[in-house]
Structures are given as C-alpha cells and as structure tokens.
C-alpha cells in the first residue's frame, strides 16, 4: 500500500496485482484498498482539516449514525478526467463519502464532501455518486443528509462538473416533499452550489467553519469595492439570523450532529408514513394553571410565547426552527401525548408578534413542510395585524402573507387554531382561521377578535362623531368601551360558530390533545394527497 503525503492519493498501485493470486491474497489487496480510502489521502491532509476546528468525514459520519451502521457504497470509485495534472491524482472515493446507516435504528442516506480530496470540490465521478445514493433515498424512501463541505464545481472537469450539479438539483425538486432533506454546512459552499442546500428542508451551520454564498468575497471586492470577511458575507449568523437560508446554527459539529439525529427522530421517512410516535412520560391531562398567571390580560403587555409553548407540549421540549430569524413568531415542532405537531405562534415578545414579510415566509416555509410530512399543525394566535409601513408594502408584504394564506389553505394535515388574546384584520384570518379551513379554533375567555383594535375601529367608525362632541376624548372612551362590549367580547366569534370553544386556560393542554386524536383518526380515513416543498 502506498501513502502518499500530498493530500491527494491513497492507493495500491494497480500494477503490483497478480492476476493469479489466490482468494485470500485478493481479500488482502481489498482489505488494502478499503484501508486507504478509509484512512484518507494523508495524515498531513486530515491534520490540516483538524487545525481549521473541522472534523474530517469518517469522523462525522460516526457523529451522524448509530454505531456501526454505517454502509459505504462506490468506495472505491475514482475520476476519470485527463489533462491539468489529473491522471496522476485518482484517490479513492473522488472526495464524497455514500452510503446509509442508522439513526436510532431507522435508515437514513447521505452523501459527505471529503475537503482533504480536491477541497470536497465535484467532477464528474463524485456528482455521479451523489446521484446514485439520493436515487437510493427516494427509491427506499429515507431521510437523505447532506454533509457540505466543498470547494465548488471541479474546474479542471469544465462543463461536466456544471452538469453534475443539475442533476443535483433536480433530484433535490423530486423529492421534494416525499423524503426529508438535510443539509448540514460544515466548510464553504459557494456558487451554484448554494442552491441545493435552499432546495432542502432544513439547513444547519456551524460558527466559525460554515459559509454559504454565490459569490465570494474576493469577486465581490472586485466588482464592487466592498472589503468583507467570509463570515460576514455567508457565515451561520448571516443565514440564521438575517437571510433565513439556515435554520439552526451551532458552536460546534458535535451539538450540531446532536441536533440533526434529533431532528431525524421527529420526522418520518417518507410522506407516507406518520411522524413516529414514542411513549409518553408527560400525562395529557396534566392542567396549566401557570397560563393563568403567565399571559396578561391587558392586551398591549408583552410576553414569551415561548413560555406558553413550553407548558402545553411534552416535557417542554420545542425544537424550534429558525430560531434567531423572524423572531416575531415561532415555528417548531413539539409532541404532544407522544405525537409529533407542528406549532406556529405569534411571539408578542418580539415587535408585539406583529406579522411581517420575514415572519410570514417563515411561517409559510414550516407549515408546507409539516403538510408534506403528515405533521399536525397548532396555531398560537395573539397577532395585531400585519406590520404597516411603506418598505414593507414596497418589500412585498401582499406578495409574501400571500404565501401564508396559500400554504394553510392548501395544507391536508389536521390544524388546530387557539386564540390566546387578540387577533386583528386579516392577520387574524392568515393565521389559520377557521374561515381558510382549520379543523377546530378554540378561544381563552381574554380573546379579541376584530377587524382592528377597539380605539382605532372607534376613531374610523364614530370619527364624526367624535369630532362634534363638546369632549371629544370623553366621546372617544365612551365609543370604544362599547366597541369593545359590542363587537370585541370573548364570546362575539362564539355566538356565530367562528369559535369551537371558549375554554379554560388551565385545560389547554387536555383539549388540544384531545382534539388532535380525533383528528388523526378522522384524517386516516382520508386518501393521501402529498405535494412537493417548494423554497418561497
């Protein structure tokens, strides 16, 4: 066996092959070639992977899967490029490990760059690799990861390595909504090659090693004059907390390889199979009268919805997507009695959970996952309206809330809206309403909804009035005090079947989990209708 100490190859030359060896000596030249592969180009090349804090691909692997599940497939494969010094340079693997293994006994695929080969970049050998194990994913119907950590398209391959990357994508739309799609951003990803991670269902990053952007920082000096970091143009806070292309973000692969098998175990295999469900040590009849004490009345204090969350799903555990973007509202996904959901909630914390463009593609976003995935969806309502002003309206406002309402109205899965407090003009009715096709809308007994808030529905609808009056602010109050009793009341949406059921704060947890088993037998009867997830 030969270990050369150039970073690029790891082989038994051919030529020391006796065609006529026995067996056994055959098992021992496999054995060889296995070993190499495995072992990578050099230990210079994986030390120097290390010195940048990045794990090498063996080594993720190991975090990504149960022990000992992994299977390898094409280990052996090598590129077949001629020219620019490239038939001298034929390591094993072209610099992406295949293959599927286990993550908490079920099947899960995944492609991984090897940046110690070629910096993870792709030719064609190692796009065709990549095209066999995401057929596999979608043929078996698993979950398919992706770990990212390459330089890009191979420009010593030319065209074909532009190639590769459409057939990338367009498995990536295929299975769209029919298996899970992870991207997990371990290195640089630039160029086209940033568009398959958009094309997934969830990104995660690392600080400090991941970046994604389609043009780097050297081009864009040159084209534009601006001087900018790596980081600060593509790094994991950029995408998690500005652009939204992340969805989690992480201080280390290890809690970030944590999160991704967790992630795995809330979803299903495929759109046709329910989420899996475990036993539950939570009991769903456990009541909620910190609720009581938690949410305000008064419907222009502040709370965390987080907090509310927290108390009506199994052991307070929310596994929040898109945690530091669009922070006005929340979107994760929870069990409830032991069943997957998906929660939606405005977050009066944050701009007051006014909805905006950001909150609502988010919102939007999650909610066409969760149906693709047979999720059970619960809506959080406590909304003021869409944000007003003219960069939202000139941003898309109409265009992007547009898209909430479209991904709830088309949704198949059960959906449960709970109104905590007030719900005003159509971002009461984008929220999924019971107008737009929820299943069930339940109220608390402090619920307000209306077009609009009682002083500026009385300053429109009495504004004459108001300004004839010898006291105009004494006419104002009276007018609005009977705006509130007339039309704002907690049973006004009640009366007239807007409203399921005005219910007791304390037996939120109880009702919702009822409601939802319920639902889940009356949506089994139903035949499947699954769509793919396009990025909005």
Not at 208 to 235: C, K, N, W
Not at 347 to 365: T, Y
Not at 372 to 385: E, M, Q, R
Not at 463 to 485: C, G, N, S, V
Request: with cysteine.
């Amino acid at each position: 066996m030969t270990v050369t100490d150039n970073g690029l190859d790891a082989t038994v030359p051919l030529a020391t092959i006796d065609p006529y060896s026995n067996l056994r000596t055959r098992v021992d030249e496999l054995r060889a070639h296995r070993a190499a592969a495995e072992s990578g180009p050099s230990a210079r090349a994986s030390a120097a992977q290390h010195a940048k804090g990045k794990r090498d691909v063996r080594e993720r692997l190991d975090l990504l899967f149960d022990a000992g599940t992994f299977r390898e497939i094409e280990q052996l494969r090598r590129h077949r490029a001629t020219g620019f010094g490239l038939e001298d340079r034929r390591p094993h693997t072209d610099g992406v490990v295949t293959g599927w293994g286990e993550v908490y006994g079920r099947t899960v695929f995944v492609y991984a760059h090897d940046f110690r080969i070629f910096g993870g970049s792709l030719g064609e050998a190692h796009a065709e690799k990549i095209h066999k194990v995401m057929d596999l994913a979608e043929a078996a119907g698993a979950p398919l990861v992706c770990l990212s950590d390459g330089a890009g398209a191979r420009i010593q391959e030319g065209v074909t390595a532009l190639a590769g990357y459409g057939g990338i994508f367009r498995r990536n739309v295929r299975s769209s909504g029919v298996i899970p799609q992870i991207s997990v951003m371990l290195g640089p990803c630039a160029g086209g090659a940033a568009y398959s991670p958009a094309l997934t269902d969830f990104v995660f990053m690392v600080r400090g090693i991941s970046q994604m952007y389609i043009t780097g920082p050297d081009v864009v000096q040159a084209v534009t004059g601006e001087r900018i970091t790596h980081d600060d143009l593509g790094g994991a806070d950029v995408h998690s907390g500005v652009s939204g292309a992340s969805a989690f973000v992480y201080q280390d692969e290890a809690e970030c390889f944590a999160d991704v098998r967790h992630l795995i175990s809330l979803l299903p295999s495929n759109n046709r199979e329910m989420p899996p469900m475990v036993a539950a040590t939570d009991p769903p009849g456990r009541t909620n009268e910190p609720l009581l004490d938690l949410v305000p009345a008064d419907p222009s204090r502040s709370y965390d919805m987080r907090e509310v969350i927290e108390e009506i799903i199994d052991d307070g555990d929310l596994f929040e997507v898109h945690a530091t973007w669009a922070t006005n509202i929340i979107c994760g996904l929870a069990r409830m009695d032991g069943h997957v959901v998906g929660i939606v909630a405005n977050q009066p914390a944050s701009m007051a959970g006014v909805l905006d463009i950001n909150a609502s593609e988010k919102a939007a976003r999650f909610v066409q996952t969760c149906d693709a995935f047979s999720v059970p969806l619960v809506t959080l309502v406590d909304v003021p309206g869409f944000l007003p002003g003219s960069s939202q309206e000139r941003g898309g406002i109409i265009r992007h809330g547009a898209k909430l309402l479209y991904a709830y109205c088309n949704a198949t899965v059960p959906r449960i809206q709970l109104i905590l407090r007030k719900a005003y003009g159509g971002a009461y009715i984008v929220m999924d309403s019971r107008s737009i096709g929820a299943d069930l809308s339940y109220a608390w007994p402090i619920n307000e909804i209306a077009v609009m808030g009682a002083e500026g529905a009385a300053n429109v609808v009495f504004r004459r009035e108001i300004a004839a009056a010898e006291d105009p602010e004494l006419a104002r109050a009276q007018r609005i005090k009977q705006y509130q009793q007339e039309l704002m009341h907690p049973y006004y949406a009640a009366e007239r079947g807007l409203v399921d059921g005005v219910i007791d704060p304390a037996d939120t947890r109880a009702t919702l989990i009822s409601a939802l088993a319920m639902l889940r037998a009356k949506y089994a009867r139903l035949p499947a209708r699954k769509h793919g997830n396009p990025p909005v």
